[in-house]
């Protein structure tokens, strides 16, 4: 029986104009630009500063940029993943708004939360699809408005993040290349050092959690690190050694941004190059759902066909995983 391969065909994406610096931030909180750099390799991070505007405006514009790139149709589209831990609402998944917004018409559109390993697992979600033979073209969207969770006069957690999105479309391919192998892993205790406290069926929302700032992001940073280190070295090293894969055979590591010295320590594990690693967190800090086709967008011109590229990704939850993908075009 001959498989279906699912490929990346096309890449989109989108942050918005305001950028937020570092300097910045040092009037805001008792924080400053040598520490945020050292700490995490951040040195600014896009914000949507229109309030009217939630992730779908993010999500809309990247599928928007990939239509345009690819040169087809909204209505040739079969399904929307959008890959977001800031849904527009807790109810009525953004990913059908978004749909009806770009006029995708024929498709059917769900959201997908794993903090930020959704993209990760959206990726194997979007591939699998099109691998069943049932769909042709499934567009993938990871979009974060990271803004509206944070609480900015919190040094912790608001010098971290920023918004953006980016769009992948997954499509059959006859050569076999694209996605290859998967190693995807959760652990439930970690929902303590990373969390939304409230909002949700546990907590829902009261006074008293608006008061508490039960609203805002979480994060028990020096847990999280720990474990953020540990795990995305050990299943990148995983699918690395099951594929038989060497340093020399991985064209790319694509890893989540959440600190670069997370990303130093993965890819110094996998034994791969600096020069092969790709990184954008200066620019964008963490956009969560959006890390991934970020990087992909912004590496885009120097991929080539047949490329071996592993991504990995850690987030709250536990979530975590690796993917090993062959890259399938040159621009
Ligand atoms: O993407 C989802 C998964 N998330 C992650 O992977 C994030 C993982 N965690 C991290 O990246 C890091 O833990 C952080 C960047 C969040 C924090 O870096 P750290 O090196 O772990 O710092 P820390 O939390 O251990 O804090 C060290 C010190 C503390 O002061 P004391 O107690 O040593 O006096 C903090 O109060 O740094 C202080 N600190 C700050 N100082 C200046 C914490 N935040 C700041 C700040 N500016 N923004």
Redesign the pocket.
Known sequence: MNKITAAITAVGAYVPDYVLTNAI?ETM????DE??TT??GIKERRILKDSSKGTSFLAIKAAENLLEKRGIKAEEIDLIIVATATPDMPVAATAAYVASEIGAVNAFAFDLQA??SSFLYGMSSAASYIQSGRYKKVLLIGADKMSSILDYTD???C??FGDGAGAVLFEPNDEHIGFVDEYLRSDGIGREF?KIEAGGSLLPPSLETVQNKQHYVF?D??N??KH?VSNMADVAEKIMTRNQLTQEDVSWLVP?Q??R??IDATAQRMGVSENKVMINIHKYG?T?SATLPLLLNDYEKQLNKGDNLVFAA???GFTWGSIYLKWAYNS
């Open positions: 931030l909180v008792d924080t400053n520490w945020i700490r995490t903090a930020c040094r912790a957690t010098i971290i990373l994060q940073g020096r999280v690190f953020a989540h959440a600190n010295r997370i963490n969560t850690f987030g709250g």
